[in-house]
């Protein structure tokens, strides 16, 4: 039998949410993307998109996003262990093809069946761990959020998507692996994505500055009675007041009242301003965890 990779196009999108629905299925027990999802990536730039495919049928996804400064991040995902060392080694030779030292950084999730053992015979090695968290919204009253010094949550306006992005730089900047995006990144995954409603994402201000902000949306999956918490963010000059507590609450009740049934977010397993403790009392629970693996070229 004869195992081929070729380049994907749009019109593989149906063929890949299959493929990609079997793997979830298999390493965390749902399906988290839809076809109009997948289909968005082939608008990506810089996205190196390939299709594994064992005489005729797909067995095997990659794609490979080149960042700036030599950094290459890896998307491999197949149930099939001799495929899985192909996309491997796949993806290390497309980023030697550059003609730079580089790093790659791939991703595993949950309890994915034949990808460590792939990463780990090539070399790479696991450096940081992740949690999926959700929370249930079974009919029980999410608590009003307590708004700390008489501040309010309001949602975003027509043109100011600069001031949002400042806001998401700056609460992040002091966060493991931080690298500010140019804002036409961050445009293309914020504003300009298939996902971005504007009800759903909730500001919070100070006076003239934004404090902290709440980018919010529907699941990957495509699924409206599942919310997802894109970005949460508070700017160091507010923290510890409570405002994230508040827009948490504030966003699951806003996307119980739109007919949400459960909310979920991801969030670094080793983040050191507390997060994972903070949203555990909020009610949330870890549903799976991911790893990131890395290898130096």
Do not use: C
Request: aromatic share 10%; proline share 3%; hydrophobic share 35%.
């Amino acid at each position: 039998m004869s195992l081929r990779l070729r380049d994907a196009s749009e019109e593989d999108a149906a063929a890949i949410r299959a493929l990609l629905a079997e793997h979830a299925l298999a390493s965390f027990g749902e399906i988290e993307l839809s076809e109009e999802e997948i289909r968005s990536w082939f608008s990506t730039p810089r996205l190196w998109i390939q299709l594994a495919e064992r005489d005729g049928e797909p067995v095997g996804y990659l794609d490979v996003r080149t960042e700036d400064g030599g950094r290459y991040d890896v998307d491999a995902r197949t149930l099939d262990s001799e495929v899985a060392a192909v996309l491997v080694e796949a993806a290390e030779g497309h980023a030697r093809a550059k003609g730079e030292q580089g790093l790659l950084r791939g991703y595993v999730q949950g309890d994915e069946p034949v990808l460590r053992r792939a990463y780990d015979v090539a070399g790479w090695r696991p450096i940081r761990y992740s949690f999926q968290m959700r929370i249930e919204l079974d009919g029980e009253d999410v608590p009003e959020p307590v708004w700390p010094d008489g501040l309010e949550p309001r949602n975003v306006r027509e043109g100011e998507e600069e001031r949002v992005y400042e806001a998401h730089m700056d609460s992040f900047a002091d966060h493991w692996d931080f690298r500010r995006q140019s804002i036409d990144d961050w445009t293309r995954y914020t504003t300009d994505s298939h996902r971005f409603d504007p009800s759903l994402w909730w500001l919070v201000d100070d006076g003239d500055e934004l404090a902290a902000i709440s980018l919010n949306s529907w699941h990957f999956s495509g699924d409206t009675t599942f919310g997802w918490i894109h970005v949460l963010g508070v700017r160091p000059a507010w923290r510890r007041r409570g405002l994230a507590t508040a827009l948490l609450r504030h966003s699951f009740r806003d996307f119980e009242q739109h007919g949400a049934t459960r909310v979920g977010l991801g969030v670094d397993g080793e983040n050191t301003t507390g997060a994972v403790r903070l949203y555990e009392q909020v009610g949330m629970h870890q549903v799976r965890r991911n790893d990131t693996y890395e290898k130096k070229l």
